[in-house]
């Protein structure tokens, strides 16, 4: 009786697999290794990048007419410039891009996060598209978002 239990709920488990393993809370979103892969690469070219952009934008040459092109307050600048410097700061979509030889990494920012819960997208920009090799995981094409 054990034996046809067992093999009964090895049946239903190969019918109906569960969505997730018992232990992963609902919350829980599921990624492929290969698209963690790909999204791994693109974040750590656009890290390289934002602490590039966090730098310059930090620094406001007094020589300049227009202040370094800074528009706002030290005050709302440094934080909000900070804020987007933070990998939280973006969301990322990954799907497969040319004929599944590749994938298309799009990274934009999370207005939300730096801005508050004001529930619309205000960026008029940023963020940036990679196209990443579905086998060696070199970047293929990189898009910045201005």
């Known amino acids: 009786m054990l034996v046809v239990l067992l093999a009964g709920c090895a049946a ?4 109906f697999p569960p969505d997730r393993p018992f232990f992963i809370p609902a919350e829980a979103a599921h990624v492929s290794g ?3 892969r790909a999204i791994a690469v693109a974040y750590d070219d656009w890290m390289v990048e934002l602490a ?5 934008a930090l620094t ?9 092109g800074i528009t706002m307050p030290d ?11 933070r990998p939280e700061a973006y969301e990322t979509w990954v799907y497969p ?3 599944g030889t590749s ?19 205000i960026s008029y920009g940023g963020g940036v598209i990679y196209e990443i ?5 070199q970047i293929l094409k990189k898009e910045v978002q201005e």
């Not at 590039?52 to 310059?56: A, M, Q, S, V, Y």
Request: charged share 30%; with cysteine; aromatic share 14%.
């Open 34 to 36: 290969a698209h963690s």
């Open 75 to 85: 005050e709302v600048r440094i934080p909000l410039v900070e804020c987007y410097s």
């Open 97 to 99: 891009g040319d004929a």
């Open 52 to 56: 590039r952009n966090k730098e310059i």
């Open 133 to 137: 090799d579905a086998t060696t995981f």
């Open 60 to 68: 406001v040459d007094e020589n300049e007419e227009d202040g370094g």
């Open 12 to 15: 239903f488990r190969a019918i």
């Open 103 to 121: 994938y298309i990494v799009v990274v934009f920012p999370f207005d939300e996060y730096c801005s508050g819960k004001n529930g619309k997208w």
